[in-house]
């Protein structure tokens, strides 16, 4: 079980593009070790419960990497 509700309580979403107009953007996918302060453009969502993590628009911090790594996730795709 991860840590999704601590996780929830320590980030302030950035949001840094309103995410409405993020979709059909350019974007590429980069291993998540350099997305470090770079613009998600994809929901990426646990399931359960479902709640999202990151929201396309929203700058991705070092808790969010820390997150998705301990729950295996490899790749996230950034704004270009």
């Known amino acids: 079980l991860f840590p999704y ?4 309580r320590s980030v302030e979403p950035r949001i ?5 107009l ?3 953007k350019p974007s590429r996918e980069i291993e998540l070790k350099y997305a470090l ?4 453009n994809e929901v990426i969502a646990d ?3 479902g709640a999202p993590i990151l929201l ?3 700058v991705i911090k070092k808790e ?3 997150y998705l790594a301990a729950s295996g996730r490899t790749t996230v795709k ?3």
């Open 37 to 40: 302060a770079r613009v998600c």
């Open 47 to 49: 399931y359960p419960p």
């Open 5 to 8: 509700t601590t996780l929830f």
């Open 78 to 80: 950034v704004f270009v």
């Open 56 to 58: 396309p628009g929203e």
């Open 22 to 24: 993020m979709w059909g």
């Open 64 to 66: 969010h990497i820390e």
């Open 16 to 20: 840094r593009v309103i995410p409405s």
